[in-house]
Each structure stands twice: as C-alpha cells, then as structure tokens.
C-alpha cells in the first residue's frame, strides 16, 4: 500500500511586499485507500498546500519533506510525480489549444503506465467513464480546457482521475462552482473510483456539502498554514454546525 507522508512542511511564497511563510509545519500520512478530509477557512492555506504537493514554481519548500513510499517527492519533477502515482489536478496546463481532451488523456495514461493503451479498449473505457460521468461524447473531441465551464473543468478532473487510477490524489475545491446534481455526479465518480480501495485521497475543501455525498475517513481543520485538529468524519458534522469560528483568532471564520 502506497504511502504519501508530509513532514513539518514550511513554504513560502513571493509576493511584492518580500517572502511570505503561508505552511507553518503541516504533517499528514495520506495512505492508499483512506480519505482525508482538509477543511479549514478561506486563506488558511489549503491551496497552497495542494500546489507544493503539485511542484508549483511559484511556492517554496523552506522546510520539512514529503515522500511517497519512502521516496522524495519534492525532488521529482511534474511528471515523475504522476508516474509515481500522485495525481493533483492542477499539475495540467490551464489550457492546451490544439489538443482533444481524447488525445490529451491518451497521452497522460501513456506517460504514466509506460505503455500506449491498447486503442480499441482505451475508446471503451473513455466511452464508459464519460457515461457514467453523464457527459456528452462530443466533449472528448473539444480542446482541452479552452471554453471549459467550472462544471466541465471538474467533470473533466474525474473522468482523469478514473482513466488515470493514481495511488495518491489531491483535488482541490472539487465541490465548488457546481450545482446539486452535478456536485452528485463528480461525488459518485469520485466514490468509484474509491470503490476499488487503490486511491487514497485528499479532498480539500471549504464547504461540507460534499462530504454528504463522501464519507472520509478522516477530516484535519487547517487554519493559519497548519493542521490544528484532526478526527473522523464527525468532526465534519460539527464545522457545518459551528463553522471555523473556534479556530481563527478573533473568531473570525472568513
Ligand atoms: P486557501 O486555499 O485555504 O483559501 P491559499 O493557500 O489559497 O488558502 O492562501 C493562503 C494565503 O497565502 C493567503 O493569505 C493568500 O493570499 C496567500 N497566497 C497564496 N498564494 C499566493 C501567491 N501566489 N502570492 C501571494 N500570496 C499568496
Ligand atoms: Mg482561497
Ligand atoms: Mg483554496
């Protein structure tokens, strides 16, 4: 079982006022199978953390380590670390003109299994995975992202994540800018690809409302660049009723 461990993790980012230490030691063990839930107010620092996980040039690792199964993620590029089985999101080019969202994942399973899936069961399974995902078949034939909605943008971060059957996947915000039916969709999407007890995986996310519809197995607030409480899918219940008052100073929850 594929392990990611994240040890005192401090990283900074530059802004036009100097460097700025937005993780201020995170420690997390995210194991294949399990699901964690990063819950914790706007600005808190969730993304940030997604982003070092994906390599973004952008933040820098000041301290701690995160390995998968003992090796070091951080010194692996975008690529390796989707070869190694972690999946973010957000490693994708925003846009790509010219390349069909068919093409694009073709090309993503090749890289990552080493190996050119066989086409005739490639046009399958996409087939199936769009289906069940309830997307039109044109959709694979669009370029990827250009004029994408922010439900299409996430369907289509699901429909990667089933092709693409990652050890570790992080997803950032996958709940917001969706309507109820299609929070539902991408939710049971996400369910089966959980089904098979091969992902583990870390759902970042501001709202509870999608943990209606996934249970995790752990839920961490994360306030202020750290994780300050960790529990089980009851202490999700307990944020939707009081929020993250308790957590930020001042009691501010925004
Ligand atoms: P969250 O996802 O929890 O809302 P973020 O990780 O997006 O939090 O942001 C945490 C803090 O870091 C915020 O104060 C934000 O303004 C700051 N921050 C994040 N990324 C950058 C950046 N690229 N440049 C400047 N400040 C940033
Ligand atoms: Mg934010
Ligand atoms: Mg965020």
Do not use: C
Request: zero cysteines; charged letters at 25%.
């Amino acid at each position: 079982m594929a392990t990611l461990e994240i040890r005192d993790l401090h990283v900074s980012v530059d802004t036009e006022n100097g460097t700025k230490e937005i993780l201020k030691g995170v420690d997390l063990t995210v194991k294949q199978g399990e699901t964690h839930a990063i819950m914790g107010p706007n600005g808190s620092g969730k993304s940030t953390l997604a982003y070092s996980l994906a390599g973004h040039p952008k933040y820098t690792i000041t301290s701690g380590t995160v390995t998968l199964d003992g090796e070091d993620v951080l010194e692996m590029s975008v690529d390796e670390r989707a070869r190694a089985g972690v999946f973010l999101a957000m490693q994708y080019p925003v846009e790509v003109p010219g390349v069909s969202v068919s093409n694009f994942l073709r090309t993503s399973a090749t890289a990552i299994r080493g190996e050119a899936p066989k086409l005739r069961t490639w046009v399958k399974e996409v087939k199936s995975a769009m289906e069940q995902l309830q997307m039109d078949p044109a959709f694979a034939e669009r370029n990827v992202n250009e004029g994408f909605s922010g439900g299409e943008k996430k369907r289509h971060e699901i429909l990667q994540l089933e092709l693409l059957k990652p050890k570790i996947a992080i997803l950032d915000e996958t709940d917001s800018g969706l309507d109820v039916d299609a929070l539902r969709q991408v939710s049971e999407g996400i369910n089966r690809v959980r089904e098979n007890g091969e992902v583990g995986t870390l759902l970042v996310t501001h709202y509870t409302r999608i943990l209606r519809y996934i249970k995790p197995d752990y839920v961490h607030v994360f306030s202020a660049g750290r994780i300050v409480e960790s529990g089980g899918a009851e202490l999700a219940d307990k944020l939707e009723s009081e929020g993250y008052a308790s957590y930020t100073k001042g009691g501010a929850s925004e």
